[in-house]
């Protein structure tokens, strides 16, 4: 069987349990099986444990204290959609197929994406849960807590810890340099936090008389833009830093 073969059928089987978890709904278990076969077939066990390194601990850390984390959002926290797994693992997905075992470069690139994404998702989960109100990255005015754009000390750690995280798997597989992807993790989570308080959506809620994020909230009346470009939403977000995370973990790597 060739390492094609052996990686559709390895992101087959995690989709489909991923699935089965609730972890991922079915179109995101169907966008994770076209990310993971193309890291599989491409990347080979080395890009898999990259992959495994944010996907494991964020699908964890997602289901940690998630009743709080209902009631600060407003909403319903369900299974990751394929937007979601497209925003976090597209990326990287597409260095992967662009031959991360032929250059260090895209290599660098491939796990610097999935540091940020994992940075990113760290410090969301964790950061919800800090006892200390959120402030934004850019005014440092305080805010409302799971809004994005804000940041705190338990938040920002968690974010540095999952970047190590993904990095120090990289660097015991051999697939990039510890440093380099590190540091891409760490822009891509800070890209996330400046673009979440500045050019993203922020929609106001009638109903409700409300804040969130979403062109419908989740009593399902429609909302209406406050702030930001209405066409970028969290998604557009952690896409953007992902692609910064991959674009600094190259460059760090060539230095």
Not at 23 to 38: C, D, E, Q
Not at 90 to 110: D, E, H, K, N, P
Not at 116 to 143: K, Q
Not at 176 to 186: E, M
């Amino acid at each position: 069987m060739t390492q094609a073969a052996v990686g559709a059928t390895l992101a087959a089987i995690v989709a489909a349990l991923a699935y089965r978890t609730r972890a991922l709904s079915l179109g995101g278990a169907v966008a994770a099986f076209v990310v993971g076969a193309a890291i599989f077939g491409r990347g080979g066990w080395p890009a898999a444990a990259v992959l495994f390194a944010f996907f494991l601990p964020s699908s964890l850390l997602s289901r940690a204290g998630s009743a709080r984390k209902r009631t600060i959002a407003g909403e319903r926290i369900g299974p990751r959609s394929g937007w979601q797994v497209l925003a976090n693992g597209g990326v990287a997905a597409l260095c992967a197929l662009g031959g991360i075992g032929a250059s260090a470069t895209l290599a660098a690139a491939f796990a610097g994406a999935f540091a940020a994404a994992s940075a990113d998702t760290w410090g969301t989960e964790i950061g919800m849960l800090s006892r200390t109100p959120p402030v934004s990255i850019l005014t440092f005015r305080r805010l409302q807590a799971g809004r994005s754009g804000g940041i705190t000390v338990l938040g920002s750690a968690a974010a540095c810890a999952g970047s190590l995280c993904v990095a120090a798997v990289a660097a015991i597989t051999g697939v990039a340099p510890f440093w380099s992807v590190a540091l891409g993790g760490i822009a891509g989570a800070v890209a996330d936090s400046v673009l979440g308080a500045s050019l993203q959506a922020l929609r106001w809620c009638p109903a409700c008389a409300c804040e969130c994020e979403t062109l419908h909230h989740a009593c399902g009346a429609r909302t209406t833009l406050r702030r930001g470009a209405g066409w970028l939403e969290n998604d557009g977000v952690n896409f953007a830093a992902t692609l910064c995370g991959a674009a600094v973990g190259a460059i760090a790597a060539g230095l």
